[in-house]
């Protein structure tokens, strides 16, 4: 059964530093594109940051400067960094992953979702 399991999540001020992981198991063949995306209270889920099988890495604007995504593909993890945290980082952030089963098993799959609360 394949997973995607998030840790690090969490309270912090504004200014404050947090570092997300989300660690991939199972039978995978390929992991391709790994990515965070959040969702606030209200509003529609939306791409955070997203990191290719090579390194190559795009982030939302609201972001830029300020996060930085990572993976290490030897533990089929990937993180992201989070720094100069503000209020309206406050979300539930999802991790993603398009992911080979088999030569034409391809997936996409979400994990749970851990919560990140930004106090001012």
Do not use: H
Not at 41 to 57: C, H
């Amino acid at each position: 059964q394949v997973q995607l399991v998030e840790s690090g999540g969490g309270l912090v001020q504004a200014g404050g530093s947090l570092r997300l992981s989300c660690a991939a198991s199972g039978r995978i063949l390929i992991i391709n594109r790994m990515g965070w995306y959040r969702q606030a209270p209200g509003k529609q889920r939306e791409l955070v940051a997203v990191i290719t099988s090579g390194g190559s890495t795009n982030y939302a604007d609201s972001v830029k400067g300020r996060f930085t995504i990572s993976r290490d593909n030897a533990k089929n993890t990937v993180y992201l960094q989070m720094s100069s945290l503000k209020p309206e980082d406050t979300a539930v952030y999802y991790c993603n992953a398009d992911l080979m089963l088999g030569a034409n098993e391809r997936y996409d799959y979400w994990g749970q979702g851990t919560q990140v609360t930004v106090s001012s």
